[in-house]
């Protein structure tokens, strides 16, 4: 982990090295590459506050495409 956001939000949320991974690729799912852009921390952050990230991957590209975070 070397991404100060993503550490953070480890810290912040409790996120496990598993969580952190899966976390950074539903980003990169969402179509953005860069991790440190305020798009993928306002997705980041919403998957978090949500406690959606347990969630398997195809639902929560559902929930941010329905919450409009990626385009349909």
Request: hydrophobic share 40%; proline share 1%.
């Amino acid at each position: 982990m070397e991404n100060k956001f993503l550490i953070d939000l480890s810290i912040k949320y409790g996120l496990d090295s598993a969580q952190v991974s899966k976390l950074a690729d539903m980003i990169y799912q969402c179509g953005i590459s860069e991790v440190d852009s305020s798009e993928a921390q306002r997705i980041a952050n919403y998957i978090c506050e949500m406690n959606i990230l347990d969630k398997p991957a195809e639902e929560i590209v559902e929930e941010l495409k329905l919450k409009g975070f990626i385009k349909a």
